[in-house]
């Protein structure tokens, strides 16, 4: 660039430490400094960026830090944190409260600037450092929209709706909201301890747009209102909204579809889902994912079809639902297997949804050599040691016939094992008619201390009656009375 200003400086120091590379963004701010830029600006975001890659290993250096910052001095600033970045011993730490607590003096002080302050509010915030993005925005000379619109989305993603509502009603009259405020605001009132609280609140700020003209300005308004309905649990207002909205877009199409999905209205869900594909809108991801688990759920598989093959594109969850459900029915286990292969083949990551989907299909096929197949693949992710993946998989050897296979899993699940392991092992002896074999696990469950279940009787009492051994019957029915697990 022939011609570079601060911004230019701090967009790039930005860029390197966020990509974890702080060595080149205290070079670029040296250079920044010699070629005598500005400061106030592309010091803060040196000092926030480089904050949490650059831990302060002592108090002494976070007094010195903070006196820097406070006299705005950025060269001295800078050979401390070259200084640090010598010092190998500053990487080996992470940074705590009590690092942040030391530095919150001297991010307050670089906050008389508007823009700095904005930045600051905002950089602690997205780390979830609510209470210090809160103190930097309480000590900043000057305050706008942005600033305070800023601190509410963070307090709201923190779940302290009530929290973000006090801080609008504080700061409205001294700083002029926009139409983004108020759409941060009603994205609050879902996120009260008392639902109907902020119900009562959202309907006062729908009173007011709609009085104020504002609520045909922004479509985000609408949509807000939506979401904040739906999420309140008043969807048949939710819905009026929708219906009276002028323009509507795909967030609006989402928030409704949504909205009737969380309060189990599915068939109006379903509908307007049609509705929104008739108009050539096409839905997000997520809304599609949602779609799919409620059709799954609902045991509508050709539905359930259609979605994925309309969606333009996929994600590790449109993946996984697919799969769980056609493995959920006999009749199209095959096929889930398939699109198990496809979701490999177009290098999608697998996890332990995946896993357990494809291992309950499996199971049901009774193909040990599949099972062997998806058991590397499960080694090769490292997912062995995952008791629920173990569970499946003992499931998986005992359906097919694998009991030694079954065995060693279960050998090295140790201390990881839980009731499902222990039903997963005596079901598959049974399976595999091995019933001494279960009745064995049952009396070293009983002597272990392990809580018998309802199942475990339930699964033990039906191997009896099917080979007629009236003694071993007995035998359980008397530990059952014995464990208070039968009544």
Not at 332 to 357: H, K, P
Request: proline share 1%; with cysteine; net charge negative.
């Amino acid at each position: 660039m022939p011609e570079k200003n601060s911004v230019t400086w701090a967009c790039l120091i930005s860029g390197y430490t966020q990509n974890g590379m702080p060595n080149e963004a205290c070079a670029h701010f040296k250079q920044m400094v010699s070629d005598g830029f500005p400061r106030v600006l592309t010091l803060a975001v040196v000092f926030f960026e480089l904050a949490r890659s650059l831990v302060l290993a002592s108090l002494s250096l976070g007094c010195k830090f903070m006196v820097y910052c406070q006299r705005g001095d950025a060269i001295s600033a800078f050979k401390l944190f070259s200084s640090m970045q010598k010092d190998g011993s500053a990487f080996s730490l992470q940074p705590n409260e009590y690092t942040f607590g030391s530095l919150i003096t001297a991010a307050c002080s670089l906050a008389h600037d508007l823009y700095v302050g904005s930045a600051l509010v905002s950089g602690f915030a997205r780390f979830g450092l609510i209470d210090y993005a809160r103190k930097i925005f309480e000590q900043m000379s000057e305050r706008n929209a942005v600033s305070m619109n800023g601190l509410m989305v963070a307090l709201v993603r923190q779940k302290r709706g009530k929290e973000a509502t006090e801080v609008f009603m504080e700061m409205k009259d001294l700083v002029g909201i926009n139409l983004d405020s108020l759409v941060v605001l009603l994205s609050s009132f879902s996120e009260f301890s008392v639902l109907e609280e902020g119900k009562r609140k959202g309907r006062e700020v729908h009173a007011y747009v709609i009085g104020a003209g504002l609520i045909y300005r922004k479509v985000a308004i609408g949509n807000g209102l939506i979401n904040m309905y739906a999420k309140c649990g008043a969807i048949s207002d939710a819905c009026s909204v929708f219906r009276h909205m002028v323009d509507k877009d795909l967030i609006s199409w989402n928030s409704l579809i949504s909205g009737l999905d969380q309060n189990e209205l599915f068939e109006d869900a379903v509908m307007n889902f049609l509705e929104m594909r008739r108009s050539e809108l096409l839905p997000s991801i997520s809304l599609s994912n949602a779609l799919l688990a409620l059709y799954s759920e609902t045991g509508h598989l050709s539905e359930c079809r259609n979605v994925f093959f309309s969606m333009q594109d996929y994600d590790q969850v449109s993946w996984n639902s697919i799969i769980g459900a056609l493995a959920g029915s006999e009749a199209s286990v095959l096929e889930a297997v398939e699109y198990f292969l496809d979701m490999m083949q177009s290098g999608w990551e697998l996890n332990r949804v995946t896993f357990m989907s494809i291992l309950a299909a499996v199971s049901s096929l009774s193909l040990p050599e599949l099972g062997q197949q998806i058991h590397a693949v499960v080694l090769k992710y490292n997912a062995a040691e995952d008791c629920a993946i173990e569970n499946a998989l003992i499931t998986c050897y005992g359906k097919c016939g694998g009991i030694d296979d079954c065995e060693k899993i279960f050998s090295r699940m140790s201390e990881r094992r839980d009731e499902i392991s222990w039903n997963s092992m005596i079901s598959g002896y049974i399976h595999n008619e091995f019933l001494p074999k279960a009745m064995d696990l049952v009396w070293f469950m009983m002597q272990r201390g392990q809580r018998l279940d309802s199942f475990t009787f339930a699964t033990v009492l039906s191997a009896c009656a099917s080979v007629a051994t009236l003694e071993r019957g007995m035998e359980v029915h008397a530990c059952g009375i014995r464990a208070c697990s039968l009544s």
